[in-house]
């Protein structure tokens, strides 16, 4: 899968998290959901040695950096960090913690510089002190933040028989996929104010524009995994083109541009920007009522164009926003 993926256009590869030991992965184990994907998955169900002996050099084989990941206490990184030193161009590590104490993971990220001379990755969950963590990280040698992890734990049930999807003991699972990209945004732009080492940005990138929205939030790179889960390896060079496009199209002539822009523009302003009623662009508007329907106000009517009362309009921007033609834009 790893050799697929590049084959799909990845520019590199992050391996499925190992540990000391093969997971025992609950079943079910995946579905998807509106809006999302569940998982149990855990870490590798594969033992460390098949790693080691078969899957590290495969991925290898492929030319593209590869990125070892291990979890998830001090103790098992210590152990493992050695193992797989000659295939990690860099290491990612995954702790899964969402407790208030930093202290385990900055004893895990000790253990694998102490182990390795390559870059060393941190993964992180979806904390709320986002900002303290990732300074605490940068202050103790971090190369790199990773985030975020899966979120959760989360429930969805099958209708059908009333059990839950996922086969784990409660029936819980971990959160993947578009419906974090909003969560895993704001992890990345509260870090990327904060600290100055790079950013992997993580969660619900589908397309070409969320991986714009996470550079604009302040990343410097993109992972993609549920979506290639779930519509297979070529969506990584799918993807890429999109970005390109996205790109071209807004006259950018590079990653670099667009990279922060979201803080640079932010910081522009002393407050909120003024917002105006949303302007109707008449030549994209096809009159498909979707506004109008989903307008609370009752600002938005249907004529020979697109009418907005500007008395009535509140300013919500929820007409923007479901435009499937960007037909309307906000006034800033």
């Given at each position: 899968?790893?050799?697929?993926?590049?084959?799909?256009?990845?520019?590199?590869?992050?391996?499925?998290?190992i540990s000391v030991h093969p997971a025992h992965v609950p079943h079910p184990c995946m579905a998807e959901i509106r809006g999302g994907f569940l998982n149990t998955e855990l870490w590798s169900e594969l033992p460390k040695e098949q790693w080691i002996e078969t899957e590290y050099k495969l991925a290898k084989a492929t030319g593209l950096p590869v990125i070892i990941g291990l979890g998830y206490t001090a103790n098992q990184i210590r152990e493992l960090a050695p193992l797989v030193k000659p295939y990690a161009d860099a290491l990612e590590l995954s702790t899964h913690y969402v407790g208030n104490d930093i202290s385990p993971i900055i004893n895990a990220l000790r253990a694998a510089k102490a182990a390795v001379d390559v870059p060393v990755f941190m993964?992180?969950?979806?904390?709320?002190?986002?900002?303290?963590?990732?300074?605490?990280?940068?202050?103790?040698?971090?190369?790199?933040?990773?985030?975020?992890?899966?979120?959760?734990?989360?429930?969805?049930?099958?209708?059908?028989?009333?059990?839950?999807?996922?086969?784990?003991?409660?029936?819980?699972?971990?959160?993947?996929?578009?419906?974090?990209?909003?969560?895993?945004?704001?992890?990345?732009?509260?870090?990327?104010?904060?600290?100055?080492?790079?950013?992997?940005?993580?969660?619900?990138v589908s397309n070409g524009r969320d991986a714009a929205e996470m550079f604009m939030a302040g990343a410097s790179a993109v992972q993609v995994c549920t979506e290639a889960i779930l519509r297979g390896p070529s969506v990584y060079g799918r993807i890429a083109k999109e970005l390109d496009a996205f790109l071209d199209k807004h006259g950018y002539q590079s990653i670099e541009e667009i990279k922060g822009l979201t803080i640079r523009r932010m910081a522009e302003y002393d407050a909120l920007p003024v917002v105006r009623p949303p302007h109707v662009d008449v030549e994209r508007c096809n009159l498909c009522?979707?506004?109008?329907?989903?307008?609370?106000?009752?600002?938005?009517?249907?004529?020979?164009?697109?009418?907005?009362?500007?008395?009535?309009?509140?300013?919500?921007?929820?007409?923007?926003?479901?435009?499937?033609?960007?037909?309307?834009?906000?006034?800033?």
């Amino acid at each position: 899968m790893l050799q697929a993926a590049a084959v799909g256009g990845a520019g590199g590869l992050v391996t499925k998290t190992i540990s000391v030991h093969p997971a025992h992965v609950p079943h079910p184990c995946m579905a998807e959901i509106r809006g999302g994907f569940l998982n149990t998955e855990l870490w590798s169900e594969l033992p460390k040695e098949q790693w080691i002996e078969t899957e590290y050099k495969l991925a290898k084989a492929t030319g593209l950096p590869v990125i070892i990941g291990l979890g998830y206490t001090a103790n098992q990184i210590r152990e493992l960090a050695p193992l797989v030193k000659p295939y990690a161009d860099a290491l990612e590590l995954s702790t899964h913690y969402v407790g208030n104490d930093i202290s385990p993971i900055i004893n895990a990220l000790r253990a694998a510089k102490a182990a390795v001379d390559v870059p060393v990755f941190m993964k992180l969950s979806p904390h709320p002190n986002i900002q303290e963590i990732a300074i605490a990280l940068e202050q103790a040698g971090a190369d790199a933040l990773v985030m975020i992890n899966s979120f959760g734990p989360c429930l969805s049930i099958d209708l059908e028989t009333g059990l839950p999807l996922m086969g784990s003991k409660e029936g819980f699972g971990w959160l993947s996929g578009p419906a974090i990209k909003p969560l895993a945004l704001r992890c990345v732009y509260d870090a990327a104010r904060a600290v100055k080492i790079p950013i992997f940005g993580v969660g619900g990138v589908s397309n070409g524009r969320d991986a714009a929205e996470m550079f604009m939030a302040g990343a410097s790179a993109v992972q993609v995994c549920t979506e290639a889960i779930l519509r297979g390896p070529s969506v990584y060079g799918r993807i890429a083109k999109e970005l390109d496009a996205f790109l071209d199209k807004h006259g950018y002539q590079s990653i670099e541009e667009i990279k922060g822009l979201t803080i640079r523009r932010m910081a522009e302003y002393d407050a909120l920007p003024v917002v105006r009623p949303p302007h109707v662009d008449v030549e994209r508007c096809n009159l498909c009522g979707l506004c109008e329907i989903s307008c609370p106000y009752g600002a938005i009517t249907k004529g020979e164009v697109l009418n907005i009362d500007r008395e009535k309009c509140f300013i919500c921007g929820l007409c923007v926003s479901r435009c499937k033609l960007q037909a309307l834009a906000m006034e800033r």
